[in-house]
């Protein structure tokens, strides 16, 4: 547990991304199986990079770390103000 310490911020925040796309997605109507394989295929992925990939990309935490919470960052930016015209929409 003590080598995975550096990316457990990542971890937690991976989640909250998840859910931002998993609402910008119905939001948009997407067909919600072919979303849930996609999700699933992508976790299937990330988890395969993250198993064998680990102990190569340790001495790249840091920046591992602040490209992913720029990338979460900016994709919460971009889900709030996507949703800005619906929301101006209820209050008319």
Same mark, same amino acid.
């Given at each position: 547990m003590g080598e995975l310490k550096p990316f457990l911020i990542?971890?937690? #925040?991976?989640?909250?991304?998840n859910?931002? +796309?998993?609402?910008?997605?119905?939001?948009a109507s997407v067909n919600p199986v072919g979303l849930s394989m996609?999700?699933?295929l992508a976790?299937? +992925?990330?988890?395969?990079?993250g198993t064998f990939?680990?102990?190569?990309?340790?001495?790249?935490a840091r920046y591992i770390n #602040?490209?992913?919470? +720029?990338?979460? #960052?900016?994709?919460?930016?971009?889900a709030m103000l996507e949703s800005i015209?619906?929301?101006l929409a209820f209050f008319h």
């Open positions: 990542l971890l937690v #925040f991976g989640n909250i991304e859910l931002i +796309l998993a609402a910008q997605g119905v939001a996609l999700s699933l976790v299937i +992925l990330w988890l395969s990079v990939g680990t102990k190569m990309a340790m001495k790249y #602040f490209i992913g919470g +720029l990338a979460i #960052f900016i994709l919460g930016v971009q015209p619906g929301i």
